[in-house]
């Protein structure tokens, strides 16, 4: 069963993916039959009328009623590959920190602001101070809901101040620089995560997973950098692969099992000979490679079996 939002059941990387899940066949028949829950079905009938399944592929996206999706699932007791329970864990990105902690998985130093509490604040030209915990800028700031892209960076006035607003790619540009924005929103009345910037020479690591034995990582053009996005010749944003370290192939399997989600996706940042979570997306597809579909289905296709028909 696919459980989501249409874009994302019928996005390309999804098609290709059951498309290749199809073709697998045993005695002169197919092994899987791919049922899709319509947006319609999701949104407007109760869970006891969405179609039965023995495996479902579930996972929030804007709109997604997870809610529903839980009844669900505690009501059928499909295979989950991704638990729904946790995957509230990411709309947090205080939790999503605290996972990654408690895990042993690193990530930036930083500290939490949160809204209602009574916080001592102290902001100078090159540092943040939040209830004793001293950030120097250059520095990220983060709003504590992990659905809210807007994110700045903020420079020392020793290197000319400014901030750089991150946003979700809007054509080829995923940030904007304003020279004369040099104060935090920590007075606004909002959440946020403060951590360092880390140097990472102008690249973001994007990794996915398939299972806590599974990992493919493609590198990007950090948008800190200049803010426009690098194309191919297919219109995608341009990524080239990467090799994981065998720490970082460690971090990928506790990142898998912390947040019980085996298709996962997460953000790594090497900086000074280590490696750090900045972020963790939940269920997420390679978009540009035929490979990790290939890959993709293969390993569906194993853990479904392993769990519905053990003596396939």
């Not at 023995?54 to 999706?69: D, M, N, R, V």
């Not at 803010?227 to 944003?237: D, H, I, P, T, W």
């Not at 506790?254 to 019980?260: I, M, Q, S, Y």
Request: with cysteine.
């Amino acid at each position: 069963g696919i459980c989501a939002m249409d874009k994302k059941a019928h996005s390309a990387p999804m098609t290709e993916t059951l498309n290749r899940l199809r073709s697998f066949h045993a005695g002169g028949r197919d092994e899987f039959r791919v049922i899709f829950f319509e947006e319609d079905t999701l949104l407007n009938k109760p869970v006891e009328e969405w179609p039965l399944c023995e495996a479902l592929i579930a996972f929030f996206s804007t709109g997604f009623p997870l809610e529903k999706a839980r009844a669900y699932a505690a009501l059928r007791k499909p295979f989950l590959f991704n638990d729904l329970e946790r995957q509230g864990w990411l709309f947090d990105r205080r939790m999503i920190y605290r996972t990654l902690s408690e895990a042993g998985v690193p990530v930036p130093q930083h500290v939490v602001l949160e809204a209602g509490a009574h916080n001592e604040i102290d902001e100078g030209d090159d540092y943040l101070s939040v209830n004793g915990h001293r950030i120097p800028k250059p520095l990220v700031e983060k709003p504590i809901n992990a659905e809210d892209h807007n994110i700045h960076i903020y420079y020392p006035r020793s290197l000319g101040g400014g901030c750089k607003k991150l946003f979700r790619k809007v054509k080829n540009k995923s940030s904007e620089f304003y020279p004369e924005m040099h104060h935090t929103r920590a007075r606004d009345g909002g959440s946020y995560i403060y951590e360092q910037l880390l140097q990472t020479e102008g690249t973001d690591v994007k990794v996915y997973t398939l299972g806590p034995e599974y990992a493919h990582a493609e590198a990007r053009k950090s948008p800190v950098v200049d803010g426009l996005v690098r194309r191919n010749a297919r219109g995608k944003e341009e990524r080239y692969p990467v090799i994981l370290t065998p720490e970082e192939k460690e971090i990928a399997r506790k990142v898998v099992l912390a947040f019980d989600q085996n298709v996962c996706g997460f953000d790594l940042l090497r900086s000074a000979g280590r490696s750090y979570v900045c972020d963790v997306n939940g269920w997420s597809f390679v978009k540009d490679s035929k490979k990790f579909w290939s890959d993709s289905a293969n390993l569906l296709r194993q853990y479904m079996l392993e769990a519905i028909a053990p003596q396939h």
